[in-house]
């Protein structure tokens, strides 16, 4: 969006004695220059909490800026910028930060002031005009807005059951002490803020200005005052005049002394209002924009979206309508643009004139401008109890918002959009409005109280052709319970055909509003039944064979089986089920069972083969298949019989003769075949030489291989080979005798640390104990696999990366800590280092031990005994020391008192034989 257009604000609304002020910035007249407004994507940071605040200072410092202000329930914050930064500048650094939803200038609205005008009910020709002469003015007689016909439908007496509608005035502040408003005014307990904390009393509303709780205008601006009392000034008080509703509740916000009004201020003061109970609020007093572009304020649009009830905002007093080339806000925001969808909530209002024409000052537009409303020589209250004349579009706004406190009052039932409708639809039309409004109309307090006395919801009814199951089509109809209301969507019919299931929306309207109504059916099948046959049992059997059928869907009737699903076999053959759903629909299945038997196998006589080997065989012939089972002295492998050739193998034959068995088959349905006695026979059989005797002895025996472990997995402990703890080989040990010379460490189940330290003092130099204690410790968990001392290099540097390896499985095999598989670890540096150390940064960040909360993770920088100590710290005592002051202090104070580290110094380059030594002392 631009933000280099010049904004020209008209605020107040009032003719008389108008003075202009204006702020020069830095940049553009219309933002501050050293400030935005940030709003934040509440899943990245949610300023309702306390920890997110301090992560909102964290990304303001990271941003090279300072958080002055945070409007909580908005999600939003107000940055201040650098003195060398712009604030376009900062904009597109920040509109694609991920934690970032929109940034904006914090804009600065301008008002145009008046002086007061000078003093009873024949004054007020809006209420009543006959023709009077009023301040040196005679009126044209019947151009008013006919309240007092409307007391015969809504009694300006007061009424216990009356509804007290709260209109918000957001002004220069009001004279509530004033005669006619003192019992007007919203009671002044139960106050929040607009942040929901307790004010616990205020005077009618708040001072935004001053910050305190009383609203009372500050000098001699009246403005707010006569505003307040045309929409409720009390009635039957025999003093001063009476407002439009005095049923009204007046909230009178203070919201400025001067002319520069900013987005955080005015989002606070409809957050007061929309806190305390108002359902209108009247923004006489406001600001405009010369384009689209240039009004486009995303907070403070959506600021009065969240509002529930309707703005009524003036139109303008500069005589200009309202095109795609000049925009007025807030009244604009009611229309669709480039810049925002449109609100529903707005009623945007023009001023009339005593003879019911458009006033000469009055801004117009018959897309964004709803309605006129009486704006010349309106009679008020002014300050010091007085009353006084004022023209302008902010003097034709209250008697509009004053109307709608009037319609609620008497329906509060309805919806502002209704209201807003019967308002708009049961006006006067006049000439000089058409074209020059929405509704081409006047006000009518008559016309619309009477409209809305009467008014009764439409109640749609909808009734269906056929309401059970069917394979036909079905219509669905819909009536009311009153006329006048019209079917936009199905003009040609009331009914619609449902050739399937579905819904379909039936769109109407009456007068006020339109609705929608939903016929759905779900009862049309013409889908097929699917179904499943089951046969119990399953497999092959001598008895009888149950077969039930299973649909999926409920209500299948079986036609021809009705009293039962199943369908009792008695032998093999088939059987149709006829079925039909409950819409209609028919098919057939055909059950077929085919496994009873009731005759049982036939064996063959067989031979003895193989006489020679230990192990004949034994060949015979089944007509079926089955299971063999044996008796006497023999077994076979072979349990299974199948159709026809059958070979059976004995074994352990006493002094190679056989006698004494027999086999029976069982086919699957259970039958049993007769015993076939298979005749003794002797085998010839010579053994070989003793399978051991070839083997020699002593010297090492069958040593003499090493089984699928190469040498680079075994390592020489006391003169025997054993395999390395990650090794991958065929057998967990080989006891192998190796040399004196040892070639690698052991590490087999629970490591034998005396032997690996036995290892280091045998084959490495003599560096300090404590040092080769720690290698020791370090290669028998895989932190290092260098397979020697010096190949460690234990006085090397550390890089980041390689501490993420050294950690995440120190935590994982050590510590045996879980990782939190659900934080979303990604870094934007990590791209050009090894795929393997990509993964390891990500594990350490899900361990939260580095990178967590950032978007680099600087893989290559050396690291300090600051860092090593913090993320040591955070794997044995977790957050516990997580602090500011620095953030490393406390972490290192800790390793020392625990003896875990004698130096603290911060800036150290720390050594890789440290680390382990530091990792070796805080074993658990």
């Keep these: 969006m ?62 090279n800026m300072e958080q002055i202000d945070t409007i909580d329930n908005s999600n939003v914050s107000v940055m201040h910028l650098e003195s060398h930064e712009t604030v376009l500048d900062k904009i597109n650094q920040l509109k694609s930060d991920p934690n970032v939803e929109y940034v904006q200038p914090n804009f600065v609205y301008h008002l145009m002031m008046a002086a007061p005008n000078d003093t009873s009910f024949t004054k007020q020709r809006w209420l009543e005009n006959t023709g009077q002469n009023v301040n040196w003015t005679v009126w044209t007689s019947g151009a008013d807005i006919k309240r007092l016909q409307a007391m015969d439908i809504f009694s300006w007496n007061s009424n216990p ?54 609203p009372s205008p500050n000098g001699s601006d009246d403005h707010g005052t006569h505003v307040a009392w045309i929409i409720g000034a009390q009635i039957n008080n025999s003093t001063g005049v009476v407002g439009i509703n005095p049923n009204a509740k007046i909230m009178a916000i203070r919201a400025w002394t001067w002319n520069a009004l900013y987005t955080n201020e005015i989002i606070r003061w409809i957050n007061f209002a929309k806190n305390n109970g108002a359902k209108i609020i009247n923004a006489s007093r406001w600001w405009w924009g010369a384009t689209c572009q240039d009004a486009d304020d995303p907070a403070l649009y959506a ?22 080339w000049y925009f007025s806000t807030p009244s604009d925001f009611s229309i669709a643009t480039d810049c925002w969808s449109g609100l529903d909530n707005i009623i945007g209002v023009a001023a009339t004139d005593q003879n019911d024409a458009l006033a000469s000052f009055s801004d117009y537009s018959s897309w964004s401008i709803h309605v006129g409303a009486p704006g010349v020589n309106i009679y008020s209250t002014v300050l010091n109890n007085g009353y006084g004349f004022k023209n302008g579009t902010s003097m034709a706004t209250p008697i509009v918002a004053g109307l709608v406190s009037l319609a609620r009052s008497m329906r509060p039932e309805l919806s502002y959009q209704m ?32 409209a809305l006395n009467t008014y009764v919801s439409p109640v749609a009814t909808i009734s269906y ?37 579905g819904s379909f929306i039936f769109q109407y309207h009456d007068a006020l509003l339109s609705w929608t109504a939903t016929a759905t059916v779900t009862w049309i099948d013409i889908s097929t039944v ?51 759903d409950s819409a209609g629909n028919t098919w057939a299945a055909t059950a077929t069972v085919t496994r009873i038997d009731g005759v049982a196998p036939i064996l063959s006589w067989g031979s003895v083969t193989n006489t020679t080997s230990q192990t004949p065989n034994y060949d015979f012939i089944s007509n079926e298949s089955g299971t063999i089972t044996y008796t006497g002295w023999c077994t076979s492998s072979n349990t ?85 703890a990650w090794a991958v080989c065929s057998s967990s040990q080989v006891w192998f005798p190796c040399g004196t010379v040892a070639t690698g460490l052991v590490a087999t189940g629970v490591v034998n640390t005396w032997t690996v330290k036995w290892w280091i003092k045998y084959t490495s130099s003599s560096p300090a104990t404590e040092l080769l204690d720690a290698y020791a410790y370090a290669y028998s968990i895989g932190i290092t696999t260098q397979s020697t001392f010096a190949q460690a290099d234990m006085q090397g540097s550390l890089l980041r990366m390689h501490m993420a390896k050294m950690m995440v499985n120190y935590d994982l095999k050590v510590l045996h800590l879980t990782l939190d598989t659900g934080l979303v670890c990604a870094f934007q540096d990590t791209h050009t280092i090894p795929r393997e150390m990509q993964q390891y940064a990500i594990l350490a960040c899900q361990l939260h031990l580095m990178g967590v909360g950032t978007s680099d993770f600087y893989p290559n920088d050396t690291v300090t005994r600051a860092q090593f100590g913090t993320v040591l710290s955070r794997s044995l005592y977790g957050d516990t020391y997580n602090t500011w002051s620095p953030y490393y202090v406390d972490h290192l104070n800790a390793l020392k008192i625990n003896g875990i580290l004698t130096v603290i110094d911060p800036t150290l380059k720390e050594l890789r034989g440290y680390v382990m030594l530091m990792l070796m002392r805080a074993q658990p």
Aim: proline fraction near 2%; include cysteine; glycine fraction near 8%.
């Design 2 to 63: 631009s933000f280099k257009k010049t904004y020209k604000f008209c605020g107040i609304f009032v003719l008389f004695f108008v003075f202009s002020f204006s702020l020069v910035y830095a940049e553009n007249s219309h933002y501050l220059a050293d400030q935005i407004i940030v709003k934040f994507k509440s899943s990245k940071i949610n300023l309702k909490t306390s920890w997110w605040k301090m992560q909102a200072n964290s990304f303001a410092d990271r941003k």
């Design 161 to 214: 059951n009356t509804t007290w509608t709260i209109v918000a005035v957001i002004d220069v502040g009001t004279n509530y002490t004033h005669t006619d408003l003192v019992n007007q005014m919203r009671s002044g307990v139960s106050c929040l803020s607009d942040t929901w904390s307790f004010l616990w009393w205020c005077l009618g509303g708040y001072d935004y200005d001053d910050n305190n709780v009383d």
């Design 303 to 324: 600021a009065i979206r969240s509002f529930s009830w309707l703005f009524v905002a003036a139109a303008g007093n500069d005589s200009l309508q309202h095109l795609n």
């Design 419 to 450: 209201i807003k409708n019967a308002i708009i639809i049961n006006w006067d039309t006049l000439t000089w409005l058409v074209g020059k409004t929405v509704s081409g109309k006047r006000i009518n307090a008559y016309s619309t109280l009477a």
């Design 465 to 501: 052709s056929i309401t059970g199951l069917t394979n036909h089509s079905v219509t669905g109809s819909v009536s009311f319970n009153k006329t006048g209301v019209t079917i936009d969507n199905n003009s040609w019919s009331t009914g619609y055909l449902f050739t399937g299931n």
């Design 530 to 580: 699917t179904w499943t046959i089951t046969y119990a049992p399953s497999t092959p059997t001598s008895g009888t064979v149950i077969a039930s059928i299973t649909f999926n869907k409920t209500w299948v009737t079986i036609s021809n089986n009705s009293w039962f699903t199943g369908y009792t076999f008695t032998w093999n053959e088939s059987f149709i089920f006829n079925f039909i």
């Design 640 to 724: 299974t019989a199948v159709s026809w050739n059958n070979i059976i193998t004995f074994s352990a034959l006493a002094n190679w003769t056989y006698s004494g068995c027999t086999l029976q088959v069982t086919d699957y349905a259970g039958n049993s075949s007769w015993r076939l006695a298979i005749p003794s026979f002797t085998v010839t059989f010579t053994p070989p030489p003793s399978w051991w005797g070839g083997w020699g002895g002593g010297g090492g025996g069958w040593w003499w291989a090493i089984p699928t472990c190469t040498s680079s997995q075994l390592m020489c402990v006391q003169w025997i080979y054993q395999i390395i």
